[in-house]
């Protein structure tokens, strides 16, 4: 079956301009998760949600950043007025359910390039 | 200092080697630990999870927890070409909602 698909897989923008990043979940799945990685700082944790609902927004580095689901689905990252350390690979994953036991999978990624 | 730390590499060991990859943590609310293999330009993807104290053996890959010491392992008998990828530990408290992953290791596996 279908994966976690991410798009756009590159983008190029301008500092100061806003962006938006898209993830698919796997159909079924009721956990979304958001994740970035980058050269010095690895893979950090972002935001989770469980339906449509985000319980924890301590993750998102700052108030640039915004997330949303709509319909326990697709899944939307808007980073405002970029910076250049916002250049990174921005990575989504999903669960079939919510907690520990259940496996993340993740998508390919969308590599985000500030200039 | 990170809450988990993991050698970077680059390890290159020749084909049929034992790979031994490790982590070390300092959060003793980390109790469920996975290992992720993340080829060049895709997303990570789940080897191994495991909950307790111990060793767990799948195929070629055993998977080792000492939370006395906070220390994990992943080792790889046989090692194959197509083994080479970053290889990263994660973990998670009971909640389980976010992972906390070591930075990675990449390992390459030269036929």
């Known amino acids: 079956g279908a994966g976690v698909s991410q798009s756009p897989s590159n983008k190029v923008t301008e500092k100061g301009k806003d962006v938006e990043l898209r993830c698919d979940p796997i159909s079924g799945h009721t956990a979304l998760y958001w994740y970035r990685q980058s050269l010095g700082q690895g893979l950090e944790f972002l935001i989770y949600f469980q339906g449509n609902s985000a319980p924890d927004k301590s993750g998102l580095p700052s108030d640039r950043f915004s997330a949303e689901r709509t319909g326990g689905s697709v899944s939307t990252l808007t980073i405002q007025r970029t910076q250049q350390e916002d250049s990174a690979v921005y990575l989504c994953a999903s669960s079939l359910g919510q907690g520990a036991l259940e496996t993340q999978y993740f998508g390919p990624g969308t590599r985000l390039l500030v200039l | 200092q990170k809450e988990v730390e993991q050698d970077p590499g680059p390890l290159s060991v020749p084909e049929g080697a034992i790979v031994s990859l490790n982590c070390t943590y300092s959060?003793?609310?980390?109790?469920?630990f996975m290992w992720y293999r993340q080829y060049s330009r895709k997303g990570p993807e789940l080897l191994m999870y495991t909950y307790s104290s111990g060793n767990k053996e799948d195929g070629r890959f055993t998977a080792q927890v000492d939370k006395s010491s906070k220390y994990i392992s992943l080792f790889i008998r046989d090692s194959q070409p197509s083994d080479s990828a970053t290889y990263l530990c994660?973990?998670?408290?009971?909640?389980?909602?976010?992972?906390?992953f070591g930075g990675g290791t990449r390992l390459m596996v030269k036929p």
């Open positions: 994660a973990m998670s408290d009971m909640a389980g909602n976010m992972l906390t």
């Open positions: 959060n003793s609310a980390f109790q469920y």
